[in-house]
């Protein structure tokens, strides 16, 4: 079983940036890595993935704000989160498949799951 560790999240002013990290327990260069976030009371949503390739798919509601990136040589991925919203405060959870592709995720397509980043976002 794959193990994934997220971290990097935090307090924020509406406005500013974080960067989350994602690391695995191994090299898994097939992998696609994703990320999604669950607020209180609400459904956890799809935010962004990578595929092994590199190519990318985002969310309409983080679009053009956040990036994700990975570092195979690392075994991590990243998710930088620029501008960011008091809509945007959520847990993050770091997500992975193998072989997965760049497009929009439901969490029955993901295999393994990260023990999740609280990022709070302040007025």
């Known amino acids: 079983q794959v193990l994934l560790r997220d971290s990097g999240g935090g307090l924020v002013q509406a406005g500013g940036s974080l960067r989350l990290s994602c690391v695995a327990s191994?090299?898994?260069?097939?992998?696609?890595i994703g990320w999604f976030r669950q607020a209180p009371g609400k459904e956890r949503e799809f935010v962004a993935t990578?595929?092994?390739?590199?190519?990318?798919y985002y969310a309409d509601s983080v679009k053009g704000r956040f990036a994700i990136s990975r570092d195979d040589a690392k075994n991590a991925g990243y998710l930088q989160m620029n501008d960011l919203k008091p809509d945007d405060a959520a847990v993050y959870y770091c997500?992975?498949?193998?072989?997965?592709?760049?497009?929009?995720?439901?969490?029955?397509?993901?295999?393994?799951w990260g023990q999740g980043t609280q990022v709070t976002v302040s007025s």
């Open positions: 990578i595929s092994w390739s590199g190519s990318t």
């Open positions: 191994g090299r898994i260069p097939s992998y696609a």
């Open positions: 997500a992975a498949r193998p072989a997965g592709g760049a497009y929009h995720w439901t969490q029955s397509e993901v295999n393994f």
